[in-house]
């Protein structure tokens, strides 16, 4: 791929991302992305082949987002519990930020789309490669790492989903939480840090 092609396609994965944050969902067509892109629906077809292509390499682009994320955490320092709460909030900032984007990529909000095998199995060892890391650094000795990252992202990802979901409805007056960021976000760090006590997770 040459370089102005390259620099084309990113135009259009910058318009496609900002459609699918700013519009939703429902906004996410080839006119949609070529509309925001200035350029013709024919330019999007001659580049992603159609809506499916266009979906998977936006799908790849929301993942890169957080992999790069992950990549720009503060290096680790010798309390690598407190560096895995603080990966684990990014991680809440970063669904928070734009609940369409994390939806598109652990979700189903687009009817009939499922992402490329191949390509969702790269993004995700790519993204995940990073989070492990961190894990291992507070393994029991002998631990699977890649086990004990998995059971505790699963209940990041619980809690943060759970939180996305009510905070998509109107407050319910009786809830356990109070509707506020605080008490949203001191649950969080309570859950997770529980789940580190619970996985044996410690500084060595």
């Known amino acids: ?32 992305v070529a509309e925001a892109a200035g ?18 390499a936006l799908y790849e682009r929301t993942f890169d987002s957080l992999r790069e994320l992950l990549e720009g955490l503060p290096p680790s320092s010798q309390d ?12 809440r900032h970063f669904a928070r930020e734009s609940p369409t984007r994390y939806a598109l990529m652990f979700e189903r909000p687009v009817p009939g789309f499922d992402p490329d095998p191949a390509l969702r199995s790269a993004v995700l060892r790519t993204t995940f490669t990073l989070f492990i890391a961190r894990v291992q650094r507070v393994c029991l000795p002998g631990a699977d790492a890649r086990s004990v990252a998995y059971q505790l992202w699963t209940a990041i990802h619980g809690l943060v989903s759970a939180e996305l979901l009510m905070a ?37």
């Open 1 to 32: 791929m040459r370089p102005a092609d390259h620099g084309g396609r990113e135009r259009y994965l910058d318009a496609a991302l900002s459609v699918l944050v700013n519009r939703g969902v429902p906004g996410l067509t080839v006119r949609g």
């Open 39 to 56: 350029a013709s629906t024919l330019s999007v077809y001659a580049r992603f082949g159609g809506r499916a292509g266009l979906l998977d």
């Open 168 to 204: 998509s409805r109107r407050p319910l007056p009786d809830w356990f939480i109070p509707p506020t960021e605080e008490a949203h976000e001191q649950m969080y760090r309570d859950g997770v840090t529980a789940m580190i006590t619970g996985l044996g997770l410690r500084n060595r």
């Open 80 to 91: 690598g519990v407190a560096d895995l709460l603080h990966l684990a909030l990014e991680y």
